[in-house]
């Protein structure tokens, strides 16, 4: 009896176009959610919960900045990684489907980041006003939600715009 093994070689290229779209969309994205987290969400999360969880004392509002922009760009360069290698790469070309999963990124970088990471991190850096973990607390995770939602459309857009010649 024969035995015959077959094994099938799936090759995932990014191209550097793919991975610049996904950092300049995330530093992009995270502006409007920045000015949100300015004006919208309860002070002082951009210039004293943000960089406390580096070890910086606030008020330092350009800390915070910097910071959120950083997370922004590595967020960016997460989706494309996830994209590009998931079943959802051909979804993640398309106009309507990037923003489909612009809002679905959105919606698990809240749950992921400001609901369980966030409290966990800043609780372990000692943050004496840590959220409980989780935190889930309404209206500001529904805001965060929405944060996080205004943030990840662009950078799928910008990831689906890369294929465009």
């Not at 998931?86 to 749950?111: D, E, F, H």
């Amino acid at each position: 009896m024969a035995t015959e093994t077959r094994s099938t070689d799936v090759t995932v290229e990014v191209t550097s176009k793919q991975w610049v779209a996904g950092a300049v969309g995330g530093f992009i994205g995270s502006v409007p959610f920045g000015l949100m987290m300015m004006y919208v969400m309860p002070p002082p999360l951009l210039e004293v919960v943000i960089p406390a969880m580096y070890g910086i004392e606030g008020p330092a509002l350009l800390a915070g900045w910097a910071i959120h922009q950083f997370h922004g760009v590595v967020l960016g360069l997460v989706y494309v990684a996830l994209v590009q290698t998931g079943p959802l790469r051909q979804t993640a070309r398309s106009t309507g489907g990037a923003i489909g999963l612009g809002v679905a990124y959105g919606i698990l970088t809240t749950v992921a980041l400001a609901v369980v990471v966030m409290p966990l991190w800043l609780g372990a850096v000692g943050f004496p006003n840590a959220p409980p973990f989780p935190n889930f607390a309404i209206p500001a995770t529904i805001v965060s939600g929405i944060g996080h939602v205004v943030y990840a459309v662009p950078v799928a857009l910008l990831y689906a715009r890369s294929f465009a010649e």
